[in-house]
């Protein structure tokens, strides 16, 4: 039984004649007849029965009309499907991302891919960088956003971001009042009570342990802790642009502009085992998103 023979057996009941199905499919009658004949054969009997001009369903053929029916529903849904999983619409994606990677452009993304790709079905695991090339080593995820560089040959940097850190404060901090520009990074390390240590890159960790001096009130901290201090009130902290965004325009936290801060980032690589070429349509959507969204900002 083939589906081009359960399509000329719906049409002759739909149209009511071999010559009209024959036209609408673009093929001979003959060909209609030996669809019906070899559908007929499977069956175990005849299917029509002519009635001047028409032809009419036999019980046989009334039994078995809604399952052709069905059988050929569930053919278009899967053709359709698989049409959809070809041209990324529809499928898959596991992502492991940093803790500190799920706001601003991560976030962005994820709305654009909910907004364009409703039929795509994101997981989004998170971990530190040795976590995450697990979850890819192990099959858990195909797409792993890490800090950058990163040390296995084997994965493929399929793209690269860079994000800005910056000097934040609570809204109400002592150092939030002075101009920008008229303080040094010395006076915010000594006035930041605490100066909370983050690490974010091995440039970023350099940079804070070389601006320290003997004496000066420090505290080290996961970037996610030195936030939530920030917020209560307290010293200042070295954060992602994208991590403190909500907060600086509600105004809760503002960004301290020493005169010497010349600026510090976070490299971010999106990484995978596969390359793109490899990758499911829906997994290079969701690339081509990233890209969109890290243009627009």
């Given at each position: 039984m083939e589906i081009n023979q359960l399509r000329a057996f719906d049409l002759v009941v739909r149209l009511g004649s071999f010559s009209k199905a024959s036209r609408y499919l673009d093929v001979t009658q003959p060909a209609i007849s030996q669809r019906i004949k070899e559908?007929?054969?499977?069956?175990?009997?005849?299917?029509?029965?002519?009635?001047?001009?028409?032809?009419e369903l036999t019980d046989l053929g009334k039994g078995f009309l809604p399952y052709a029916r069905q059988a050929l529903e569930i053919l278009n849904k899967g053709t359709e499907r698989a049409q959809s999983i070809k041209e990324g619409k529809w499928g898959e994606?596991?992502?492991?991302?940093?803790?500190?990677?799920?706001?601003?452009?991560?976030?962005?993304?994820?709305?654009?891919?909910?907004?364009?790709?409703?039929?795509?079905?994101?997981a989004i695991h998170t971990g530190h960088n040795q976590q995450i090339i697990e979850m890819l080593y192990d099959g858990f995820i195909k797409l792993g956003l890490v800090t950058y560089p990163f040390y296995n040959s084997?994965?493929?940097?399929?793209?690269?971001?860079?994000?800005?850190l910056i000097l934040a404060a609570h809204c109400n901090h002592k150092l939030s009042k002075l101009m920008k520009?008229?303080?040094?990074?010395?006076?915010?390390?000594?006035?930041?009570?605490?100066?909370?240590?983050?690490?974010?890159?091995?440039?970023?960790?350099?940079w804070q342990r070389s601006s320290i001096?003997?004496?000066?009130?420090?505290?080290?901290?996961?970037?996610?802790?030195?936030?939530?201090?920030?917020?209560?009130?307290?010293?200042?902290?070295?954060?992602?642009?994208?991590?403190?965004?909500g907060y600086l325009k509600s105004g809760q936290i503002v960004r301290l502009y020493p005169s010497d801060f010349l600026g510090l980032f976070r490299w971010i690589a999106l990484v995978s085992l596969e390359s793109k070429s490899t990758l499911t349509p829906a997994a290079n959507n969701f690339i081509k998103t990233l890209n969109e969204t890290i243009n627009e900002n």
């Open positions: 559908l007929e054969k499977s069956v175990g009997g005849p299917l029509f029965h002519r009635i001047g001009i028409h032809m994606i596991t992502i492991g991302t940093l803790p500190t990677f799920t706001t601003g452009i991560f976030t962005s993304v994820i709305s654009s891919m909910y907004a364009n790709f409703p039929y795509i079905e994101l084997d994965l493929k940097e399929l793209q690269l971001l860079k994000e800005p520009g008229s303080y040094t990074i010395q006076h915010v390390f000594k006035k930041a009570n605490p100066f909370i240590l983050t690490d974010w890159s091995d440039e970023s960790k350099t001096t003997f004496g000066m009130d420090t505290i080290e901290l996961p970037p996610a802790t030195a936030l939530e201090i920030v917020l209560s009130g307290k010293g200042v902290a070295l954060l992602t642009e994208s991590m403190a965004q």
